[in-house]
């Protein structure tokens, strides 16, 4: 990781970011995300979904997402651990400030849902938070030490604060060019417990 200013992250067209800039922060590590060659980005989705073959317990359901807007794609994953009859779930929200996961049987069971993102259906049943192992984690950046820049709808914020969900692992997604020196943080913010790229699964430092 590449280390810097700990007060100012990058650059957009010349000029450094403040760390508290957050909407600036979420452009540029759009244009970063953006400008991974295709090649490269299945590269490196490969070796994602193989680590996290390699490394996630399958005791329990495991929390997937279904990617958007360049978001690194978890399907084949997800595939994979249906294969092995491992029990698996997805987001879906329910409204303006609570999403819920819900069991899948096969990637065949999304369908559109809030913000065009593929979700299960409405039959498809709820999971409890403690029954969830792990949630992979999406995000547009991520530090070293497990802060998270979402997308600023606070929806996995707000999942993790629930008390039931204290069990998770929290698993933050992403390219090596979206990890971060330092992110701004929040004290609604929940940190991720372990990083997930294409180098591997490392545990955060925070």
């Known amino acids: 990781m590449r280390h810097g200013c700990s007060?100012?992250?990058?650059?957009?067209?010349?000029?450094?970011?403040?760390?508290?800039?957050?909407?600036?922060l979420r452009l540029q590590y759009r244009v970063k995300r953006a400008a991974i060659l295709p090649d490269a980005r299945r590269r490196q989705e490969e070796a994602i979904c193989a680590h996290a073959q390699a490394s996630l317990q399958l005791d329990g359901f495991i929390g997937l997402y279904a990617a958007v807007h360049g978001e690194v794609d978890l399907a084949p994953l997800a595939e994979a651990l249906l294969r092995k009859g491992a029990k698996v779930a997805f987001p879906r929200v329910e409204g303006p400030a609570r999403m819920e996961f819900c069991a899948v049987l096969s990637l065949a069971d999304l369908h559109a849902g809030a913000y065009g993102i593929p979700a299960p259906g409405p039959r498809a049943p709820v999971v409890r938070p403690d029954e969830l192992v792990a949630v992979l984690v999406p995000g547009l950046a991520f530090a070293e030490d497990g802060t998270r820049l979402g997308y600023g709808g606070g929806f996995y914020d707000r999942y993790f604060k629930r008390p039931e969900a204290a069990s998770i692992r929290r698993i933050g997604v992403c390219f090596v060019e979206q990890l971060a020196d330092a992110?701004?943080?929040?004290?609604?913010?929940?940190?991720?417990?372990?990083?997930?790229t294409e180098r591997g699964l490392a545990p955060c430092s925070g």
Do not use: N, S
Not at 183 to 194: F, K
């Open 183 to 196: 992110l701004p943080r929040h004290p609604h913010d929940v940190r991720m417990h372990a990083l997930l």
């Open 7 to 24: 007060t100012c992250l990058g650059c957009t067209r010349g000029r450094r970011i403040p760390i508290e800039d957050k909407q600036a």
